[in-house]
């Protein structure tokens, strides 16, 4: 079970907050859509941990448009798979997301900024969707929900292996 920290009063409580177990499959697009609201909450994260603040103001303003597509892509799964509690779980999902993230931050303690920071350097270095998704994987950021891909239908399996 994984922890959840919340900061009250400047000091941090810890509370057990299980991992959100989705039962609609995520399709690729959304997939990544959450490794890049991943990626940015970390970078939010490390920002404000480590005074980088210009450093995510500047991510941000590059990304703009890739982090509009990536909120659309996680809102999308939330109406799909939870209908009208949509907002209530995509909610709960952000939440669960910064908190794991600040765990991190605790567990690493004064080492978290010099192990983050080149998280920054590698985003900036990005040209895609999927290049931002894929510094998730690497960094592994942690992910509060434990969803399984949606299969690939046979056909598209076909056309994807003989590219």
């Known amino acids: 079970m994984a922890r959840k920290f919340m900061l009250m009063g400047g000091i941090a409580a810890v509370m057990a907050v299980p991992s959100l177990a989705l039962a609609t499959c995520l399709r690729p697009a959304e997939r990544t859509a959450f490794d890049i609201r991943a990626l940015q909450s970390q970078l939010m994260v490390v920002a404000l941990s480590c005074q980088q603040h210009d450093s995510y103001?500047?991510?941000?303003?590059?990304?703009?448009?890739?982090?509009?597509?990536?909120?659309?892509?996680?809102?999308?799964?939330?109406?799909?798979?939870s209908g009208r509690q949509a907002q209530r779980e995509m909610d709960q999902y952000i939440t669960n997301l910064a908190n794991n993230q600040m765990q991190v931050g605790i567990t690493q303690?004064?080492?978290?900024?010099?192990?983050?920071?080149?998280?920054?350097?590698?985003?900036?270095?990005?040209?895609?969707?999927?290049?931002?998704?894929?510094?998730?994987?690497?960094?592994?950021?942690?992910?509060?929900?434990?969803?399984?891909?949606?299969?690939?239908?046979?056909?598209?399996?076909?056309?994807?292996?003989?590219?």
Do not use: K, W
């Not at 510094?135 to 056309?159: E, G, H, K, L, M």
């Open 57 to 81: 103001n500047a991510f941000v303003t590059r990304f703009r448009s890739q982090l509009g597509e990536a909120h659309r892509g996680v809102t999308g799964y939330y109406q799909r798979a």
């Open 109 to 163: 303690g004064s080492h978290f900024c010099q192990n983050q920071l080149p998280l920054f350097q590698q985003a900036m270095g990005a040209s895609s969707l999927a290049d931002l998704a894929a510094i998730t994987q690497r960094a592994s950021i942690p992910q509060p929900i434990t969803t399984d891909n949606c299969p690939v239908p046979p056909a598209r399996q076909q056309r994807a292996s003989a590219r």
